[in-house]
């Protein structure tokens, strides 16, 4: 007998579901052949680096768009471009670049800049060590920080020396091996990744003028970074900055309580960009109805790419 999953996958089965008419055809596979590597994001060099800064090797993926994009003049062959860089580059990078490959062909808003997109991540096979790199001293709860801190590559606490990484060391090869504008880069960063944005901004990074702080994942310590935020807003910046603040609204009341603790620390965010405006910075927030802490990222990343970027 056939189980619903053997029906649909044979030939009878799919002709009956899709209410094809017709002679069934046997599956010809003569002409596939494995290519025995995984399938590429187009238009990307991949690279391992090892850094003396963070002690680890980093996967850093570097995405340009093609010579010729829709309903633009060609670029020519080596045009200088806008480097953005991407944390949680294993995913984000693709989805940075499809959302800028539809934004390249937009008829009704065009001009979005040809960008170099740098996606940041760890090789496959070696531990995900996010919530080390991406997470200040003191940033995350006690109740979360043990649970963190069983192996050195997750135990929290290591942005300076990944900023450092991104400073010292991945930056000038970026700009060294690819012809970029002669000014200051944009940073992407969700959940911890937005959490390490937070701090780059917080940091007044040379590197960064432009920041995505998607859902940051700020927590009640004995830390108040909040507090230094607020400080600083009222202070000199260190460039001409652009930011776009995203979360969605179940996270801020959806039950969870870790979740809503990042929620309320995103409402103290905004408060201190109202209270503190300085002439230096540029933002917009947006609380994206329904949407959770997961669900959030896409339409959101869409959003802070056009804003961050868009003319």
């Not at 633009?72 to 499809?98: K, R």
Request: aromatic share 12%; with cysteine.
């Amino acid at each position: 007998m056939f189980g619903r999953r053997e029906f649909l996958m044979s030939g009878v089965g799919l002709t009956a579901a899709l209410g094809v008419e017709g002679v069934v055809h046997a599956a010809d596979s003569s002409g596939f052949k494995p290519t025995g590597q995984p399938w590429p994001v187009r238009n990307t060099d991949a690279f391992e680096y090892q850094s003396r800064a963070v002690g680890d090797k980093m996967a850093i993926g570097v995405w340009s768009p093609p010579k010729t994009l829709p309903h633009i003049a060609p670029l020519g062959d080596n045009p200088p471009l806008d480097v953005i860089y991407v944390l949680d580059g294993s995913f984000a990078l693709n989805m940075s670049a499809a959302i800028c490959m539809l934004q390249y062909a937009d008829l009704i808003n065009p001009g979005f800049p040809p960008v170099l997109l740098v996606g940041v991540d760890y090789p496959v096979g070696q531990p995900n060590a996010r919530t080390r790199d991406y997470t200040m001293v003191d940033a995350v709860p006690a109740s979360m920080k043990g649970g963190l801190s069983t192996t050195p590559a997750t135990t929290p606490g290591g942005a300076d020396k990944f900023l450092a990484f991104l400073e010292q060391e991945l930056d000038p090869f970026i700009r060294s091996r690819y012809n970029t504008l002669k000014k200051p880069a944009g940073i992407l960063g969700s959940s911890f990744g937005g959490t390490f944005t937070f701090y780059a901004f917080l940091k007044q990074s040379r590197l960064f003028d432009r920041y995505w702080l998607g859902s940051p994942g700020i927590f009640s310590t004995d830390a108040d970074y909040v507090g230094q935020f607020e400080t600083l807003l009222k202070g000199k910046l260190a460039h001409p900055t652009r930011m776009f603040l995203s979360a969605g609204s179940r996270e801020l009341n959806g039950g969870v309580a870790l979740y809503e603790e990042l929620g309320q620390h995103f409402n103290r965010t905004i408060s201190a960009l109202n209270r503190a405006a300085n002439d230096k910075l540029e933002w917009r927030s947006r609380i994206y109805d329904g949407q959770t802490h997961t669900s959030v990222f896409a339409p959101a990343l869409n959003d802070a790419l056009f804003y961050l970027l868009g003319r």
